[in-house]
């Protein structure tokens, strides 16, 4: 077991509670101890919800091991239902309670309860917060669907569809499924019900109306469209519509599954991103190296937009979820990268630091790791902070979603390069390098290239070594290599590409067996890798 400060997925449990929270009607029991009883920080303060996340604990302590926790769960279980009077009961436990071995579905359904019981297995030892979110939804969904509903005749009826896979605690679900049900009001489709945010058990009831399914998150929605296709023969779209060109796709599809006609939402005058990419302001960041991590479907969508509608080069491309890793790794071959397949921060974080990307596109975490390396980043997926939960209507999906990627993506870039016109006014106590870079940690010093005193610099050694490494070359503190006529010369290279010629100033000297790394060495290095 690996001891770690930040993780990209909850345990199994934390999926069913943002599916328990998205829907209506619907109460958690969850067996689980004191410690495990954080739920409402989740949802009201990251999320913002204005209502607490429909969970009961039976908050067993150490002192009741060594009694009868089935009654204590079987309390918990009939307080809850007195007073919350749910529609449907979901019962589980928490990865501290799996350890203990009750049967929560065994004890509830001996209990004989006035509502239906869905009992959870997710095994927190082997899976994590998506895959669990999907499982609880499956059980909902096979639990309460009604096997006699089926679509009626057309008969000049509009088309009915579901929308699968939006949740609590989702990035931007909420306005991505606005954005669909757009699209589809355009294409003259009505939506039967959205699952799970804001459905009720009388809609998962009547799931089997529909046409066919919309997936939009395939980690939470794909096991129950799979299962809705085999039982109520439903077809599901396989496209997500990130970026102009898969919203483009999906129209198709969604039209082709309904019979028809896909103009009308085609030609949608919302759609800037694809004059702004082939804008001035736009083209010359052709060519920027960008580094793509987070959930497989919205890391796979990303690239793409990164590569196809705004010229980037993908330099590195991963997923925490390793259920969807075949779909990333297609991606990555796709691109010519190294997949990377990992739930390891700090794997990613040496992941970023090789590639040397100039724009990281990830989760909270990757923000951080960004912070640290002086990159710019933008988040595209879950886990993330309050910050990413906006007010206003922020969406990633459709035509409107692909205008808030490029602003979300290219504005750091342009803030990037405002930043190095600032430095040519860097002796102004304003624009030094110790007042850092606007728009990654100006409360912070920058750390770029730090700052070296003619009269600390390192002389060069009377003697020259051989079979310098890169770490000698380095140094640290007072044994750096670095002269300090070349250290000023360095400062004049824009700080978003600094770091790389650092390291390869650096890695040449080390291969050429320099004992310094003075002005001359910069230049044949500039030489060295221009070619």
């Known amino acids: 077991m690996q001891l770690s400060v930040w993780t990209y997925e909850g345990p199994p449990h934390v999926g069913a509670m943002r599916v328990a929270t998205a829907m209506r009607g619907v109460h958690y029991l969850l067996h689980a101890p004191q410690g495990d009883t954080y739920a409402d920080l989740l949802f009201t303060m990251i999320e913002r919800r204005n209502a607490r996340p429909p969970v009961t604990y039976t908050t067993f302590q150490a002192r009741d091991l060594g009694k009868d926790t089935a009654d204590l769960f079987q ?11 749910p529609q449907v009961m979901l019962v589980g ?32 030892y082997s899976r994590k917060e998506n895959w669990g979110a999907g499982e609880t939804f499956y059980q909902i969904v096979r639990h309460l669907a009604d096997r006699d509903v089926r679509p ?39 939506v039967n019900c959205v699952a799970p945010l804001g459905a009720s058990p ?30 109520f023969k439903q077809p599901r779209t396989k496209t997500v519509p990130l970026g ?38 736009s083209t010359y960041l052709t060519g920027k190296r960008v580094f793509v991590f987070g959930d497989a479907t919205h890391a796979v969508a990303a690239a793409r937009v990164a590569h196809e509608e705004l010229g980037f080069k993908v330099v590195g491309l991963g997923c925490y979820n390793r259920e969807f890793a075949r779909e990333v790794r297609d991606a990555a071959l796709a691109y010519g990268v190294e997949p990377l397949i990992t739930d390891d921060h700090l794997e990613v974080e040496d992941a970023i630091a090789a590639a040397a990307p ?43 979603g692909a205008n808030v990627l490029f602003d979300t993506w290219v504005h750091p870039l342009v803030m990037g390069l405002e930043e190095h016109l600032l430095t040519m006014f860097r002796e102004d106590f304003e624009f030094s390098d110790d007042a850092g870079a606007s728009h990654l940690a100006a409360h912070s010093p920058s750390r770029h290239a730090e700052p070296v005193s003619a009269s600390s ?19 640290a503190g007072d044994n750096s290599l670095w002269t300090a006529e070349a250290e000023r010369e360095l400062k ?12 390869n100033t650096e890695s040449f000297a080390a291969e050429q067996g320099r004992a310094a790394i003075d002005l001359e060495t910069l230049y044949d290095a500039k030489a060295h890798y221009a070619r």
């Open 457 to 475: 610099a390192p002389k060069a050694p009377a003697i020259q070594e051989e079979d310098w490494t890169p770490e000698q070359v380095r140094g």
């Open 358 to 400: 100039e724009l990281v596109l990830g989760t909270q975490m990757e923000r951080h790791i960004a912070k640290r390396q002086g990159v710019p980043c933008a988040v595209i997926s879950a886990p993330v902070h309050v910050q990413d939960f906006p007010a206003r209507h922020s969406p990633q999906m459709g035509f409107e």
């Open 244 to 281: 102009v060109g898969a919203t483009r796709e999906f129209i198709a599809e969604v039209a082709a599954l309904a019979g028809v006609d896909p103009e009308p939402a085609r030609a949608d005058g919302e759609s800037r991103m694809p004059w702004w990419s082939r804008s001035v302001d």
């Open 202 to 231: 009388a809609d998962i009831a009547r799931i089997g109306a529909a046409d066919f399914n919309i997936v939009l998150y395939p980690e939470i929605g794909d096991s129950a469209a799979r299962w809705l296709e085999r039982e």
């Open 152 to 190: 009626t005749a057309r008969d000049g009826r509009k088309p009915l569809v579901n929308i699968l896979g939006p949740a609590a605690l989702g990035f931007r679900h909420r306005d991505d499924v606005r954005e669909v049900r757009g699209i589809l009001n355009r294409l003259g489709i009505d």
């Open 93 to 124: 436990s928490s990865c501290t309670a799996e350890l203990i071995q009750d049967d929560p579905a065994g004890m509830a359904e001996a209990m004989r309860l006035p509502c239906p019981v869905v009992p959870l297995e997710l095994p927190s």
């Open 75 to 85: 309390r918990a279980a009939r307080d809850a239902y007195a007073r919350f009077d």
């Open 492 to 503: 004049k290279i824009p700080f978003f590409v600094r770091g790389k010629a650092k390291r």
